[in-house]
């Protein structure tokens, strides 16, 4: 039977996928950024499109798309992930590195990574990459995947982090994460866009989670 799927909470609610329990008083720094964050997230929420039962039925597609189709959309995009890594991550323990996750973390990966001074590593699917490569193994909702990454893309202590626009079932995120610590990267964390949260991918991940905008509470989507 198909199930319904709520829609998306108010944009001025605050995300409980990324507030701790005791909110720490803010500097006014601090205050400014969060006020500017919170007005980006309102604008990129209401560029969102949803597209119910596809790509098949019982499916609630979040379509993204239309932030990358304006230029100041994606500028804003870019913003407020740039807010959120400052605010995340002292001056000298900032990434050296994003990764980005086939499919659509190959979108703003490369902007982001531009915007934070960073390089640019991309992860895809077995076959897709040329010389050497490290692969890793992760479950589907109907059998397995690989994702893979060059071998010499990660040089030993650089600091990452793991960018992609939806979190379901955390396989992939978990296969991509397990890359970067064999090639001897520091995994700091992973940004989505997008999260479903009755799934529990970041149950899997083995560091910090972050979520930019409210999320699905159910759905009969297909993990990805």
């Not at 996928?17 to 929420?45: C, D, F, V, Y």
């Not at 990764?99 to 990574?113: D, I, K, N």
């Not at 397995?144 to 960018?163: L, W």
Request: avoid cysteine; charged fraction near 20%; charge should be negative.
């Amino acid at each position: 039977m198909k199930q319904s799927t709520s829609s998306h909470p108010s944009p001025n609610t605050p995300d409980a996928t990324t507030h701790s329990a005791q909110t720490p008083k803010l500097t006014p720094t601090a205050s400014t950024s969060a006020t500017e964050l919170s007005g980006l997230k309102i604008r990129l929420h209401d560029a969102l499109r949803q597209f119910p039962d596809f790509p098949s039925p019982g499916i609630l597609f979040e379509d993204i798309l239309p932030i990358f189709a304006d230029p100041n959309l994606h500028e804003a995009l870019i913003r407020a992930l740039d807010l959120h890594v400052s605010s995340s991550y002292a001056a000298g323990e900032k990434p050296d590195v994003v990764v980005g996750l086939e499919a659509r973390g190959l979108l703003f990966g490369p902007s982001l990574a531009l915007r934070l001074g960073a390089g640019f590593v991309p992860v895809r699917k077995h076959g897709k990459l040329p010389g050497p490569t490290e692969t890793a193994r992760f479950e589907k909702e109907y059998g397995e995947d690989f994702f893979q990454i060059q071998k010499d893309s990660i040089k030993q202590g650089q600091r990452v982090i793991i960018v992609d626009d939806i979190i379901a079932t955390g396989g992939s995120a978990a296969a991509a994460g397990s890359l970067v610590e064999r090639l001897g990267g520091t995994l700091l964390g992973y940004i989505f866009i997008l999260e479903l949260d009755f799934l529990k991918g970041r149950e899997k991940l083995q560091a910090p989670v972050y979520t930019l905008l409210s999320s699905q509470e159910q759905s009969s989507s297909k993990p990805t």
